[in-house]
């Protein structure tokens, strides 16, 4: 039988933005309509969000308030694509434990 080490790291199963990727934590400021959104950013920015062709039925309802996964534009920084929208639950469980930036930490 192999010994085991114990864990320092704590598991989070729910996804999580990668940096290298250019991804943030973002809120749902106002749903403007035709799956986009204005949304308030992990570094401050308020930006034009969008939901990306085929994302749109996964995603489901989006509503204000709800906290999202956001990938900024490359060529224009005031706009950005949703990656992945969290569940209440997912949202109470990163707030819980301390995974979101203190300006969007409003769960």
């Known amino acids: 039988?192999?010994?085991?080490?114990?864990?320092?790291?704590?598991?989070?199963?729910?996804?999580?933005?990668?940096?290298?990727?250019?991804?943030?934590?973002?809120?749902?400021?106002?749903?403007?309509?035709?799956?986009?959104?204005?949304v308030i950013c992990g570094d401050g920015k308020s930006r034009l969000a969008r939901i990306p062709g085929g994302r749109k039925r996964r995603m489901g309802r989006i509503r204000s308030n709800d906290l999202l996964i956001i990938s900024p534009w490359d060529i224009q920084d005031e706009k950005a694509d949703v990656k992945y929208h969290y569940r209440k639950n997912q949202a109470r469980f990163l707030s819980r434990k301390k995974k979101l930036p203190s300006q969007l930490d409003i769960f």
Do not use: H, L, W
């Open 1 to 38: 039988m192999k010994n085991k080490k114990p864990q320092t790291e704590e598991v989070i199963r729910v996804p999580m933005p990668r940096r290298k990727d250019n991804e943030m934590f973002a809120i749902v400021e106002r749903v403007v309509g035709g799956s986009r959104m204005n």
